[in-house]
Every structure is written in C-alpha cells, then in structure tokens.
C-alpha cells in the first residue's frame, strides 16, 4: 500500500537560513510526488510534484525536492527562509490506477526573524 | 477565473442532525475530490468523482456519510445523523481530469461543528 511519512510534526529556523522538510515515501509503483503547502486561512496549494521525469523538482517560492528512490525519500528544500514561508507543508503519492492521494500529517514550519 | 468553492464556510450544528455541504469546482474539471481535516491532523481521503461517478468511496467513514455529483460539476457531501466526531473542515479539490497528473484545486473548506 500506498504512504507517506513526514519525519517531522514542527520544524523551526530562522529567516535567512536553509529549510529542509523530510518526507519518506513507501510505493510498491513507482510513484507520483507531490508536496502541498497551507497557510494559515488559505487554501491548499501545490508547490511542486514529481511524475517520473527529472528527478530534482523545481517548484514555486524557490522550493525545490529530491526524488531518491534508494532512500525512498522525497525531501522538501529551500536554501534561504522568508517569514513568509510559514506554514503547514504536505506531503503526498498518489496510489496506482486510481486518481487517489494519499497525505502525510503535516510539517508546521515556523520562520523566527 | 473562479477557483473552487464551498458553502458554507461554517456550520454548527447539533449531534443528530443531517447536514449538506456543497462543492462547486472549477469549470471543466472532471475530477473532484473531499477531504477530511481534523484540528491538527493531515487530510483524510473521504472520495473522489470522475464525471458523476465516484469510483472510490473507500474514505467514507460510515454509511452516515453519502456524496452525489451531477452535470459533471456541483458535488454535494451529506452526512446524516452528525456525531461530535464528525467535527471537522472539509475540504473539496478538483482537477483536469487524473490528480496523478493534473495539480489538484482546492476549495477553502467548510467548517464543521458539531454540538
């Protein structure tokens, strides 16, 4: 079966510095990716996704993401914080030969200035 | 264009009472999708549409939960009998045609209280 894991419930940085958002992936396809962004009072928003194509995504905001299928992993990256990238982060796969996603629980990150 | 909407944006309601929650997605997108979050927690896959069909209805937590769509397009969830559980925002999505592909939309929600 399909799923994801995100390693962290609440990651904290500072602006200015890197941002890394951990998500683990299990799939017995191989899978679609995607990392879903809310914040607060807003709608869900796809930042990127990964369909068997290049591995390293580029998404909005200057986030990016690293499909490595040795490490069944699908991290969430961002080289330099903004207080605006506060937020909760999904990650998400889609199950084969249906149009299901499947979500992690959440990575609440906090930007401190 | 319009994006994805819902009504209402809040409800309370009290335990036992049926509710119907609306979905309106964007035009021309045959797929569309609810969701469950409970305070705090991920999304919850209730079910998903294709046309007026609904080929996975696995999320639905109970027979107190149905949804229909027609034309293609408004989609309405109704859960019957509210329990305190069903407390939650549910959210509709909708996308051209497979969400495997196509980013999915998503509605702001609607706030469910149940007393």
């Known amino acids: 079966a399909q799923s994801v894991t995100q390693l962290d419930s609440h990651v904290s940085v500072s602006e200015g510095t890197p941002v890394l958002l951990r998500c683990n992936y299990s799939s017995s396809y191989s899978p679609s990716l995607f990392w879903y962004v809310q914040h607060p009072n807003k709608g869900l928003q796809l930042l990127l996704k990964y369909t068997s194509a290049a591995t390293l995504v580029k998404g909005i905001n200057g986030f990016e993401a690293e499909f490595k299928k040795s490490e069944t992993s699908f991290h969430l990256t961002k080289p330099s914080a903004h207080m605006s990238d506060a937020a909760e982060y999904f990650c998400?796969?889609?199950?084969?030969?249906?149009?299901?996603?499947?979500f992690g629980t959440g990575t609440r990150l906090q930007v401190f200035p | 264009g319009a994006g994805v909407s819902q009504s209402p944006s809040n409800k309370v309601t009290e335990k036992g009472k049926d509710v119907e929650l609306r979905c309106d997605p964007i035009?021309?997108?045959?797929?569309l999708y609810w969701y469950r979050q409970r305070l705090g927690q991920g999304l919850e896959f209730l079910i998903y549409?294709?046309?007026?069909?609904?080929?996975?209805k696995s999320g639905l937590p109970s027979d107190r939960f149905s949804a229909e769509r027609t034309g293609e397009s408004v989609s309405t969830l109704t859960i019957q009998r509210t329990q305190q559980e069903d407390s939650a925002v549910y959210l509709c999505?909708?996308?051209?045609?497979?969400?495997?592909?196509?980013?999915?939309?998503f509605g702001p929600g609607t706030r469910l209280t149940v007393l």
């Open positions: 035009s021309g997108h045959t797929a």
């Open positions: 999505a909708s996308s051209l045609a497979s969400a495997t592909y196509n980013e999915q939309f």
């Open positions: 549409f294709q046309g007026n069909s609904a080929p996975d």
């Open positions: 998400v796969v889609n199950t084969p030969n249906t149009d299901k996603l499947i």
